[in-house]
């Protein structure tokens, strides 16, 4: 009766000891993907930032080149809002097809999960070890 309590005393201690484990490695890889996920999203933002300043400043210069090229400067303004108005409506139409599949392969590599075989081989590992220090003990 004895031994049945000192097993399932280091089958216990080990069970607890591996539930720390995957706990502290769970939360390591939340860090780790939050951390990515974060940095991405940033990089996203000030590349969008900047590429909408760069555009901003090209149309400026074609509106008044073109408004010197045609003699209207209020035309080429309605010119250039057209364009712009249908590169607008074709990211509308096609929004699915380029974000969300754009965002689902950013962000699917990040979280990644742990195949079963490598916690079995843990928890035994572990519940061996426990078991070989209680017996030299």
Do not use: C, H, P
């Amino acid at each position: 009766m004895e031994e049945n309590k000192t097993i399932l005393g280091i089958l216990s201690s080990a069970v607890e000891e591996y539930l720390s484990k995957r706990t502290d490695d769970f939360k390591k890889n939340v860090v780790a993907s939050l951390s990515v996920g974060f940095s991405r999203v940033l990089a996203i933002l000030v590349i969008t930032m900047l590429l909408i300043i760069v555009l901003a400043v090209f149309a400026f210069a074609f509106t008044v080149l073109l408004g010197q090229a045609i003699g209207s400067l209020s035309g080429a303004a309605f010119i250039v809002g057209g364009v712009y108005l249908i590169v607008l409506v074709i990211l509308i139409l096609l929004r699915k097809m380029l974000f969300l599949n754009m965002f689902t392969n950013l962000f699917s590599g990040i979280i990644e999960e742990e195949s079963s075989s490598d916690n079995w081989k843990t928890l035994l590992l572990i519940i061996v070890r426990n078991l070989r220090s209680n017996l030299d003990a």
